[in-house]
Nanobody, 129 residues
Framework: QVQLVESGGGLVQAGGSLRLSCAHS????????MGWFRQAPGKEREFVGA????????YYADTVKGRFTISRDNAENMVFLQMNNLKPEDTALYYC??????????????????????WGPGTQVTVSV
């Protein structure tokens, strides 16, 4: 079993920055690809970014490309989401998610929430104008 806990959310003005962290425990962290997703009230959960188990591959939603950076520290069992130049439309509950790197993607690699096996409870990010 894998447990994920996000932290680092908060209230920030537009143009500001936040760094989200996700702590992973339970099974070998370097066996998991990791993703960040977000969900705003009344909207579906959407893909933000993902990173492979080795950090060799990263993926981003077009809406955050150039502003957000995903990274991981396998020695510390952590994944991070650095968010710069935040906009009010980035306001959402942010989740990290884990997908075993030893199993095949079912249909939509990296970007579909349905592909991920474990989820954290989320951390709220609110960006004011």
């Amino acid at each position: 079993q894998v447990q994920l806990v996000e932290s680092g959310g908060g209230l920030v003005q537009a143009g500001g920055s936040l760094r989200l962290s996700c702590a992973h425990s339970g099974r070998a962290f370097n066996n998991y690809n990791m993703g960040w997703f977000r969900q705003a009230p009344g909207k579906e959960r959407e893909f933000v970014g993902a990173i492979s188990w080795s950090s060799k591959r990263t993926y981003y939603a077009d809406t955050v490309k150039g502003r957000f950076t995903i990274s991981r520290d396998n020695a510390e069992n952590m994944v991070f989401l650095q968010m710069n130049n935040l906009k009010p439309e980035d306001t959402a509950l942010y989740y990290c998610a884990a997908k075993s790197a030893t199993t095949v993607w079912r249909k939509t690699p990296w970007t579909s929430p349905d592909e991920y096996d474990y989820w954290g409870p989320g951390t709220q990010v609110t960006v004011s104008v």
